[in-house]
């Protein structure tokens, strides 16, 4: 069981490139996330996919978009990236059957943009 | 909404001494889930303790507990015995109480373990 996979670890960009951070997770979770964290601010919810084929905006949504490819596969995409982008990027997912309601998180992507 | 308050931005403890890393949230919900998670230099998420807020008694893992204090909105960790392997940043979070409510992070309290 490799949990929650993300690609790529680092990534550098200039101001306006677009990219797309990959997730993939094989617990077979209902639920994935895509959070970001910033110096003195914890981390904080982009969006969330409760279940295939649905989507919601999180916490701070704007300058990004979201696909739930499958069960397994959840990416982040940066249309035109921004400097304030700049940020560790963790994805996550859990289980909607039981009651722990622990999430699971990937070893994160280091993005900046210059 | 929820929000997680951790007002200890950093804190230091020799080794093998207890620390206590503080944490208040606030809630409109009955029940709920609040857990502690590790972020060690390798960054990785690691889940240290969780607390079912329907529970009165409190959470421990080995040399990790909880004080859960549900009037108070209040649920501080406790780490007895520290080594140096538990210098990390710590973040206190709430989530609701089904399996796809997601987590609410407070700033996080950076640990450092002194030899």
């Known amino acids: 069981n490799a949990g929650v996979t993300q690609t790529p670890k680092f990534q550098v960009l200039k101001t306006g490139q677009s990219m797309t951070l990959q997730c993939a997770q094989d617990?077979?979770?209902?639920?994935m996330y895509w959070y970001r964290q910033d110096p003195g601010m914890g981390l904080r919810l982009i969006y969330y996919?409760?279940?295939?084929?649905?989507?919601d905006k999180g916490e701070v949504p704007n300058g990004y978009n979201v696909s739930r490819l499958n069960k397994r596969e959840f990416s982040l995409r940066l249309e035109s990236a921004a400097p304030s982008q700049t940020s560790v990027y963790f994805c996550?997912?859990?289980?909607?059957?039981?009651?722990?309601?622990?999430?699971?998180f990937g070893p994160g992507t280091r993005l900046t943009v210059l | 909404a929820q929000t997680v308050t951790q007002s200890q931005p950093e804190m230091s403890v020799q080794e093998a001494e207890t620390v206590t890393l503080s944490c208040t949230y606030d809630?409109?919900?009955?029940?709920?889930?609040l857990f502690w998670y590790k972020q060690p230099p390798s960054r990785q998420m690691i889940l240290v303790i969780r607390?079912?807020?329907?529970?009165?008694q409190n959470a421990t893992e080995n040399r990790f507990s909880v004080n859960f204090q549900k009037a108070a909105k209040s649920f501080s960790l406790k780490i007895s015995d520290s080594q140096l392997g538990d210098t990390a940043m710590y973040f206190c979070?709430?989530?609701?109480?089904?399996?796809?409510?997601?987590?609410?992070f407070g700033t996080g309290t950076r640990l450092t373990i002194i030899p």
């Open positions: 607390q079912e807020a329907y529970k009165q």
């Open positions: 617990m077979n979770h209902n639920s």
């Open positions: 979070a709430h989530a609701g109480l089904f399996g796809n409510e997601k987590l609410t």
């Open positions: 809630t409109s919900e009955s029940n709920y889930y």
């Open positions: 996919s409760a279940s295939e084929g649905t989507t």
């Open positions: 996550a997912s859990s289980s909607t059957s039981g009651f722990t309601n622990e999430q699971f």
